[in-house]
């Protein structure tokens, strides 16, 4: 015998900036991962949840999505989002992406531009595991 649960969680509906932003922020969580972790293992990456607060490398992880192509970036924050631990909008956010997807991307550069405006430090010293980094990216999200 199964019993059914109190409540069906579901997440109220949100602007698509909130969306995008979340999108963003789990991108620059899932790139920041990436290079705290260093390197893609045999048994594939797995984002540590412990970050997605507080992302490490998050400026490094800034400065590698503006050098990316756009559809990459668009990739990568989506692939961001959909690795968050649950937060109940996955599901909406996955109907987003087929009903409405051009609109999604369109707020995604939008909401990219204001965060890239925000920036402060794009000194050289970030660019380090530029090349290797930009790499992994591509391997990683194109693969899934």
Known sequence: MTTQPFY???ILEMPLEKYAEIAIDGGLWFVGELLAQGCLTKHGFVPDPRYVYKPRHQETAMIQLR???EE???RVFISGFLTLPDNGAQG???RLLVTHT???YETFR???EIRTRRMI???PRHLLQA???TQMLHKLILDR
């Open 121 to 123: 430090d794009v000194s």
């Open 110 to 112: 939008l909401e990219w």
């Open 92 to 94: 909406t956010f996955q």
């Open 102 to 104: 051009e609109m999604l």
């Open 72 to 74: 990459l970036r668009h």
């Open 67 to 69: 050098r990316v192509s």
């Open 8 to 10: 069906e969680p579901r």
């Open 131 to 133: 090349n290797v980094t």
